[in-house]
Structure formats: C-alpha cells, structure tokens
C-alpha cells in the first residue's frame, strides 16, 4: 500500500466506526418531485427543488433553446470571454427583485460565499457568524486573516455582547447569517440584526440560499419582516428553489464593483454556461408573477408539521431531530423501504447529537403523500 493510500485509510477509520462515512447514492430525480433509486421509485422529501423547476418545461426549454443558440459552457472566466450579455441580464433582474443597485452572479453559491467575505474582510477585521450558519460562510471566513466569532443560534444577547466586548478592537465587523437555515429551516432574527449592525457599525450579510422564491412572496426572508431590514449584503444561490445553478450577490454598486475587481471565486473559474443562466432567467419570470404558486412548499411543510405535531415551520424545510446518528440512518433506511427518500443528516453538516431527518417539501408534493409520509413516521414510532 501507498503512504497515501494508508494514510486515507487511517483517516477514515474513525469516521467508518462512528459510521460518518458518506456514500453517495445513484439517484435518478424525475418529475414531479418523484426519484429512482436503482429500480425503486421514491417520493422525495429531501430535495431543494422547491418549486420543482428543474423540471418545469418553460425553464428547461430556455436552457435548451440557450445551448443551441450560444453553446453548452461559457468559454472563460467572465473577465475573460465568459461575460454572455444573458449573464448581465440575469444580474440586474436579480438586483431588481432584491431592491439593490447591482448584482454580481458566480458560478455556485458555495463561490460566491468564498469570494465575497475575503474581498470585504482581513487581518484587521471581525467577523461574527450565527454557530448554525452554512458550512460556506465559514469556509469564507477562514480563507481571511480575520478575528472569527461564532455567537449562539440566533442569540442576539450573546451576539450583543460579543460586539460589546469585541467589536472596538477592529477596524470593520461582518455579520454572517443564514436568511432561512439550511438544517433546520428557522428564520433568522434580520430585523434585529439589522439595527445591532447599523448601531456598532457591522456590515450583514445574509445568506438567502433557501428563502429566495418559497418565502416573502417569492422575494426571500428579508421581506418576512415589517418594516424591511437593511441588508447591504444579500447572497444567495440559483441552485435551490429555482432550479438551476449558481449564485449571487446583491449589494450596492461600489461593493459589486469591489467583489468584480477581488473576487477570486469569480475571477479565476469558468462563468456560468448559458443554459444555467436562462434557467435562471426563466425562473425568475414565474417567482415574479405566481406568487400563489410560490407558496405552495411552505403550505405543504405547514400541513406536515400539524399532522406531525411539530412547531408551524418558517420555511419548507422541516427537521426532525433525532440525536444518535445511527438511529437517525436506520429511520432513513426505513423510510426508504416504505417510500419516502428523506436522508440522514449528521455530524459535522449539524452539531454531534443532533443527527436529523431533515424534510423538505416542494409545491407539487401531493396532500395524499404527506399524509402518508406522517403516518408511516407514526407507524415507525419516529414522530
Ligand atoms: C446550498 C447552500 C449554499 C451553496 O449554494 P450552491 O449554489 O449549492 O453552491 C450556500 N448557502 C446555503 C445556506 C446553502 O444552503
């Protein structure tokens, strides 16, 4: 054996014993939120396709008719030849729904997070991260030299005196946050975490990766609140309720400047290919004109929830905690087995001993079928 070969072994032993080793299962998406694993068909209660747009035919027909028109990539980095005027299009449409002077399109939302918080944050700075956040607005923030505070799941006291305490030693302060948590589908408090940046001069920056198009008429968790908090940084994906791929960032024009010019995650990959871009052009025009059809994945997590008892849910995502990671995997399986493709979440995606079973619900989800889904996580004593 190889001294690499050994050393992936010995790395991964551990994590076999705790049963952390991921497998990553072949699994056929098809329409109407329904998918194949091997020949087994399964309802999907795990997937981000909130709005089932990754199916929907006026969007796929704009991704095709935009490969036969301009090709299947992009060529080259947008500052290079990768720039297609549908990707500047796609820009100020989003910047329009989010009430910004620009927008600045990467080629994931995972980029974007890793190019944004470098270019805004360095030695000198402080960055406070709500502990739930997703794992790439940390993985920005530790590719700065910045000072990283983690404050307590939406504990604005903790966060208040951590800013107390913290925040004159440094030139700029960062507030990161999930608009809608991506494991366990809570709001975060934006309204006040508006008014503690603004106060302690902070910048927010919120991550909206699963608001955009199933929350706040189709406009994202900003616009659950009343009045509307100021964000100056609003990132978020295309990935998730629209259906296609990349990500984004809206913010005023010198900032969006700013990340055009510094961005290494935008600079230095390949632009977002046609297809994807008119994707999520496409989208765009649904989530902007039916706002009845948007609401549809948090009614159906809603109905969920009060068949399973659990608290009226904020967003479609709806977790079930359930600790131990290995009772959590064998409740997958046997969802699996009763057909339901719902999976496991565990360390480190969540806390250790906070192992889950994370539901998502999508607008085409059907009453019947979420009935059936509570009652067999009843019959299994899992709810
Ligand atoms: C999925 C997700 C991302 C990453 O977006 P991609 O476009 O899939 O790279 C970022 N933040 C949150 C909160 C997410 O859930």
């Known amino acids: 054996m190889t001294s690499l070969d050994a050393f992936a072994e010995k790395k991964l032993k551990p994590l076999i014993e ?21 020949e087994r068909p399964l309802i999907s209660f795990c997937c981000n396709d909130y709005l089932n747009f990754t199916h929907h035919p006026k969007i796929t027909q704009a991704a095709k008719n935009a490969i036969d028109q301009y090709g299947a990539g992009s060529g080259a980095s947008r500052l290079i030849t990768g720039n297609h005027p549908l990707i500047n299009e796609l820009e100020q449409r989003l910047a329009r729904l989010k009430g910004t002077e620009d927008a600045c399109v990467f080629s994931s939302g995972y ?3 890793i ?19 997703h794992a790439c607005l940390r993985a920005g923030s530790s590719l700065t030299q910045a000072h990283m505070v983690f404050y307590r799941h939406k504990d604005m006291a903790h966060l208040r005196d951590l800013i107390g305490r913290l925040r004159k030693g440094h030139r700029n302060g960062l507030i990161l946050t999930d608009g809608v948590f991506s494991m366990d589908g809570d709001l975060a408090p934006l309204d006040e975490l508006s008014v503690l940046a603004d106060k302690n001069n902070c910048w927010l920056m919120s991550d909206d990766a699963h608001g955009l198009g199933v929350i706040g008429n189709g406009k994202g968790s900003r616009h659950m609140f009343d009045p509307l908090p100021h964000i100056p940084l609003q990132m978020g ?35 977002l290919p046609p297809a994807s871009t008119a994707a999520a052009l496409a989208a765009l025009d649904i989530i902007e004109t039916d706002h009845d059809y948007c609401r549809l994945p948090l009614e159906n997590a809603r109905l969920f929830a009060q068949l399973a008892r ?25 969802l699996e087995k009763e057909g339901f493709l719902v999976t496991g979440i565990r360390p480190p995606t969540v806390a250790p001993g906070t192992a889950r079973l994370r539901f998502t619900f999508s607008a085409c989800h059907q009453k019947s079928d979420i009935r059936a889904l509570a009652t067999v996580l009843k019959k299994h004593g899992i709810i």
């Open 310 to 334: 659990l608290p009226k849910p904020d967003s479609p995502i709806v977790p079930v905690i359930i600790g131990p990671t290995a009772k959590t995997m064998h409740f997958a399986e046997i």
């Open 111 to 113: 980029l974007a997070n």
């Open 18 to 38: 705790q049963g952390l080793k991921r497998h990553i299962h072949v699994t056929t998406r098809t329409a109407k939120g329904h998918a194949l694993r091997g």
């Open 237 to 271: 994906t295309l990935s998730k309720a629209l259906g296609s791929f990349g990500g984004y960032l809206c913010a005023s024009r010198p900032v969006i400047d700013l990340i055009k010019t510094r961005a290494r995650s935008l600079i230095y990959t390949t632009a």
């Open 115 to 133: 190019g944004i918080i470098p270019s805004l944050a360095g030695a000198q700075d402080i960055i406070f991260i709500d502990e739930f956040s």
